[in-house]
């Protein structure tokens, strides 16, 4: 299977535990975290959001990793295949989601690195993508800082999204693997 924990400076990475869920649930429902999707998450959708995340490390050895700052759940970031087809698929992609709480520390940014080395090193990827709305310029900027390109040619309508969702148009930044 592979590494259980990538620790950072000031980040633990590691597999998702039960004590998790409700922590997850919380920032799940935060509408803040949740502005750049089509809605907060229900506990049963968080739960079933989990369960998809332990099911992709067990299927590909990445996946979400649940992400510690003292000690404490802040969110996820890591490695994903998306559920979806369009022009870039099959890919993986580098995702973050964190509690409102722990915005502005450069966490995202921290673990996202970690979780791409891991990616690169032990996974083997040559080629990791991230996609968000265009509206998203947080997580844009998390792209940019890790060394991610944007060619605008490649923005995509997000095909689980509705046509009049403002948030269907989405950027797609590409990174390519350390040579």
């Keep these: 299977m592979g ?21 997850f649930a919380a920032l799940n429902a935060d509408p803040a975290v949740m502005e750049h999707f089509p809605a907060p998450l229900s506990r049963e959708q968080s739960d079933a959001l989990a369960d998809r995340v332990e099911e992709g490390f067990e299927e590909h050895g990445f996946g979400l990793w649940a992400v510690e700052a003292g000690g404490e759940f ?6 994903s295949v998306p559920r979806f087809t369009a022009h870039f698929t099959p890919c993986v992609e580098i995702g973050w989601r964190l509690a409102r709480s722990a915005w502005g520390h450069g966490y995202a940014t ?54 009049d969702s403002p948030l269907r148009r989405h950027v797609l930044y590409r990174l390519h693997a350390p040579r």
């Design 3 to 23: 590494t259980t924990t990538i620790a950072t400076g000031r980040l633990l990475l590691r597999r998702w535990r039960a004590a998790d869920r409700k922590p």
């Design 74 to 79: 802040i969110g996820f970031t890591g490695l």
């Design 110 to 163: 921290e673990a996202a690195r970690a979780a791409l080395a891991d990616g690169f090193g032990r996974a083997g990827l040559t080629e990791v993508v991230s996609f968000t709305a265009v509206s998203n310029l947080r997580s844009q900027a998390v792209m940019r800082r890790l060394g991610m390109t944007h060619d605008p040619a490649e923005d995509f309508d997000h095909p689980a999204l509705f046509d």
